[in-house]
Nanobody, 121 residues
């Protein structure tokens, strides 16, 4: 499976962005889709994940502001990010794995190349 993340950009505090993760080469139907981010000088962290069955998980830092979704017919995943804050600035990665767990990157076999999100104050 090849994953392509897109949709990042430069926005202001309070703005919204929608990230997309397009898969090719294989169907994502049976995979969980996770979103991770890495801020400058920090370790990569899990942000959100949606299982193959549609169960959603969010980190505390984004709960209530971000919404994850998937469209298996289009072989895509999305992350709607609202009320963006400067601390959301990071490179965002999508990943495909057998199940959701925001703390175990090893569960994800496939990774996209990352898309930069920058939130100015």
């Amino acid at each position: 499976v090849q994953l392509q993340a897109s949709g990042g950009g430069l926005v202001q505090t309070g703005d919204s962005l929608r990230l997309s993760c397009q898969a090719s080469g294989e169907s994502l139907d049976y995979y969980a889709i996770g979103w991770f981010r890495q801020a400058p000088g920090k370790e990569r962290e899990g942000v959100s994940c949606i299982s193959s069955g549609g169960d959603k998980t969010y980190s505390q830092s984004v709960k209530g502001r971000f919404t994850i979704s998937r469209d298996d017919a289009k072989n895509t995943g999305s992350l709607q990010m609202n009320s963006l804050q400067p601390e959301d600035t990071a490179v965002y990665y999508c990943a495909g794995g057998l199940r959701c767990n925001l703390n175990i990157e090893g569960l994800y076999d496939y990774w996209g190349q990352g898309t930069q999100v920058t939130v100015s104050s």
